[in-house]
């Protein structure tokens, strides 16, 4: 299994430009998470999904969209991007074997200039 | 909402033994867990807890867990350079949407 995989590793973009971070999982688990880390700052959860087809808001969802229209894929969609974006995202999902443990994604570092 | 927190940096010296501290505020959490952050990479679990233990062992590592206080701490016995890395507790406090994670410990480690 190639676990949680995120595209691209880094970007930057103008202000006003718009992106999708993409985001897949092939451990067949129903829920996935979409995280930034902004320095010394713990993860603040934007958006997660608990199965396809279905997705709600985390803690700091505006300026992001999100779909999940499989269960593999899981895109974040940044529509005008500003420069309050500049972060660290991860992507995760999550494993029903009983522990509740979420698997991350290697991350994608955006700048916003 | 659920809130937790750790300090921010730790130094050790290699071969001492390290321990990263955490508090929470909500007394219903069913798992605790560790992370592991290296430079670059995205979190890794290290280990977890249920609410209703207050150790677990796993070779090198050890988690205590005090309820009453709502205090965790993770012990790394031995600590290599390949420890240093950022640490993060989180905890589960219902439903699957519900993780909340700390602001990470720094730890440093001097050979």
């Known amino acids: 299994n190639a676990g949680v995989t995120q595209t691209p590793k880094f970007r930057i973009l103008k202000i006003g430009q718009s992106m999708t971070l993409q985001c897949a999982q092939d451990?067949?688990?129903?829920?996935m998470y979409w995280y930034r880390q902004d320095p010394g700052m713990g993860l603040k959860l934007i958006y997660y999904?608990?199965?396809?087809?279905?997705?709600d808001k985390g803690e700091v969802p505006n300026g992001y969209n999100v779909s999940r229209s499989t269960t593999e894929d899981f895109p974040l969609r940044l529509e005008l991007a500003a420069p309050s974006q500049t972060s660290v995202y991860f992507c995760?999902?999550?494993?029903?074997?009983?522990?509740?443990?979420?698997?991350f994604g290697p991350g994608t570092r955006l700048t916003v200039l | 909402g659920e809130d937790v927190e750790q300090s921010l940096f730790l130094s050790v010296r290699e071969g001492d033994s390290s321990v990263i501290n955490c508090t929470y505020t909500?007394?219903?959490?069913?798992?605790l867990y560790w992370y592991k952050q290296e430079p670059g990479a995205g979190l890794q679990l290290l280990t977890y807890?249920?609410?209703?233990?207050d150790m677990k062992q796993d070779q090198r590592l050890t988690v205590l867990l005090n309820k009453k206080d709502k205090h965790l701490s993770l012990r790394i016995a031995d600590t290599q350079t390949g420890d240093s890395a950022i640490y993060f507790c989180?905890?589960?406090?219902?439903?699957?949407?519900?993780?909340?994670f700390g602001t990470g410990t720094k730890l440093q480690v001097i050979p």
């Open positions: 995760a999902s999550l494993g029903g074997s009983g522990t509740d443990t979420q698997y």
């Open positions: 451990m067949n688990h129903n829920y």
């Open positions: 999904s608990v199965g396809a087809g279905i997705t």
């Open positions: 909500d007394s219903s959490s069913t798992y």
């Open positions: 807890i249920f609410s209703n233990m």
């Open positions: 989180a905890a589960n406090s219902g439903g699957y949407q519900k993780v909340t």
